[in-house]
């Protein structure tokens, strides 16, 4: 297995070259809905995070036993039950985070970069890259979501990581900055400056890519895709490789 | 000789148009100094400035924004100045300069050189910069100043607060008294609004020049006015004061003059024109009478220019000559 080679390479990629909300640009929801503040980014970040590593991991362990044809509904039994878990401990341990978060912590089940990342890596890969896979796009969906929340939060409600006490349980109530504290710019905290906000943060992660040496992300035809073994698409479009289909 | 140089054989285009993209813009810069007087007068030098400081600003962006993204520089075209013009016209007279400043980044940065500049905006830049900062600053973007109060006021900032005409002649069906203005002043444009919406004569007058110099065609601000007159006139079931502080009231003038017309973001064909010119008269009715909003003015411009892709689609004309047939083959092409 060449496994051990690449370790490094799976955990940096999810940072920036294939940062899951910028690059992949999946998971968008959760990341417009919550970067409103930096409290509930970070904790959606984390909660999200763990929840990937861990059905990362237990995916590619039983990739062999998953029979090919309902591997989506596994896939989503697996992973709800790991958000459960971390549903039921986050409202034991951080009940502020449960109501900041509201409906988009159960909605981790749905989140497009955790069934993504068991479609496209964990179901093809071993467990450690997978558990490494899972915790380098973590950091990377947490950091976006961080970046994104402190813009937003900044300009928005003129506060930086208000409310962060309730995650670490003290009193501790961010930081309020001086001039916007008095005069926030409301748009950053409704949808229409997320979207603003999220362009322009997607716009850099592609210039920090692509000096990497890396283009824009691109699907390279059908050999990306996590449902080329059963999609006929390929028989309709022209130029598209039918022996790769049946091999 | 002479013959030899009518005889020029070149590719076409073979008309050209001595029009340029300056002159256009010079011109729309001279209908719009009516109402930029008006505003002066109105509401004071105070006005003057927050007009500076919208058209400094987006001239500036514009500047920079180009020499960022190392492209040629159109500043020279004058269109950031119209559109800063028209930013703060969309404003009341007690803004504070930054947010000014900050609606004119926006709405040349955002919405039009992130788009590829002039041309390429796909809504009407000065009304996104209008509606970034009513949505940021609802307060700051609803306070209304009596007009000529920069005369006997102390603190001229502050003025006299007022609620604007529109606000009072919708407050009317529910109870409330009706506008202090008279019909006389809300045409000559006495009353509380944004620096350019409130006086009529000079927009209009404006418009007339436009028309003129047929830098516009008259189809979309009358299309524009007429459908929000027949759709007033049977909310209010046939009240002509009714109507004609709705007509004159908030910015229906300078949108459907200056903003509804934008070559950028209207349809080219006379039909598309209709069909714009009637979404906005619509949208514009149903948000005054039962949004949240006393204006919807903007809004529905802004949503109609989003609409303005698939309306050309929809009124493309056909080649001429094309058999009934084959319709169907060179939409597909």
């Known amino acids: 297995m060449a496994e051990k080679k690449s370790l490094g390479k799976e955990f940096s990629k999810g940072i920036i070259i294939e940062n899951p909300v910028l690059r992949l640009v999946l998971g968008t929801c959760p990341t417009l809905a919550t970067t409103t503040s930096v409290t509930s980014a970070i904790g959606m970040g984390i909660s999200a995070s763990i929840v990937l590593i861990c059905s990362n991991i237990a995916i590619s362990a039983l990739r062999k036993v998953i029979p090919a044809k309902v591997r989506i509904p596994a896939y989503i039994v697996v992973i709800a039950s790991f958000v459960t878990i971390v549903q039921m401990l986050v409202k034991a341990f951080v009940p502020v985070l449960n109501e900041q978060l509201g409906v988009y912590l159960p909605l981790i089940v749905v989140n497009c970069i955790i069934l993504g990342r068991a479609e496209a890596f964990a179901s093809k890969n071993g467990v450690l890259a997978s558990a490494v896979d899972g915790l380098g796009m973590g950091i990377g969906f947490t950091a976006a979501l961080f970046v994104m929340g402190t813009i937003r939060e900044i300009l928005g409600a003129g506060t930086f990581l208000a409310g962060f006490g309730g995650l670490i349980g003290n009193n501790f109530d961010g930081f309020s900055i001086p001039f916007l504290n008095s005069n926030p710019i409301l748009i950053f905290i409704l949808a229409p400056g997320g979207f603003f906000v999220f362009g322009l943060v997607m716009a850099l992660a592609n210039k920090l890519a692509e000096s990497k040496g890396k283009p824009k992300a691109e699907l390279k035809g059908c050999e990306n895709c996590p449902m080329a073994k059963i999609c006929n698409v390929r028989d309709k479009v022209e130029g598209c490789d039918k022996k790769e289909v049946e091999a | ?333």
């Open chain 2, 1 to 333: 000789m002479t013959l030899n140089n009518k005889l020029v054989v070149s590719a076409s285009p073979h008309a050209r148009s001595h029009e340029t993209v300056r002159g256009i813009m010079l011109d729309v810069i001279i209908a719009l100094v009516p109402a930029l007087i008006a505003s002066v007068i109105f509401f004071g030098p105070r006005a003057l400035i927050i007009e500076c400081v919208s058209v400094g600003s987006c001239v500036i962006a514009e500047y920079l924004s180009r020499l960022i993204m190392k492209r040629p520089h159109t500043i020279g075209d004058f269109s950031a100045v119209i559109t800063g013009l028209l930013l703060a016209f969309n404003l009341p007279v007690s803004i504070e300069l930054w947010k000014v400043a900050l609606g004119a980044i926006v709405a040349i940065v955002v919405v039009k050189q992130f788009f590829g500049g002039i041309g390429q905006n796909f809504v009407n830049p000065a009304l996104i910069g209008r509606i970034v900062l009513l949505a940021s600053f609802p307060t700051a973007m609803s306070k209304w100043t009596a007009p000529l109060s920069w005369l006997n006021s102390v603190s001229k900032l502050e003025g006299i607060t007022s609620a604007s005409p529109l606000a009072s002649i919708h407050a009317l069906a529910k109870g409330g008294a009706m506008p202090v203005e008279t019909l006389k002043e809300m045409l000559i444009g006495w009353r509380a609004g944004c620096l350019g919406e409130t006086c009529a004569i000079a927009l209009i007058l404006g418009g007339i020049y436009l028309i003129a110099r047929k830098v516009i065609s008259p189809t979309i601000p009358l299309t524009y006015v007429g459908t929000v007159a027949v759709i007033m006139l049977i909310a209010g079931k046939g009240n002509l004061t009714f109507l004609a502080y709705e007509l004159l009231g908030g910015g229906l003038m300078l949108g459907a003059i200056f903003m509804a017309t934008d070559y950028t973001t209207s349809p080219i064909t006379f039909k598309g024109k209709i069909i714009f010119a009637v979404g906005c008269g619509v949208l514009t009715s149903l948000i005054r009478l039962f949004g949240n909003l006393p204006e919807g003015v903007s809004y529905s411009i802004i949503i109609m220019n989003i609409l303005v892709p698939l309306i050309e689609k929809a009124t493309m004309p056909k080649p001429f000559g094309t058999p009934k047939k084959e319709k169907k083959e060179a939409e597909a092409k």
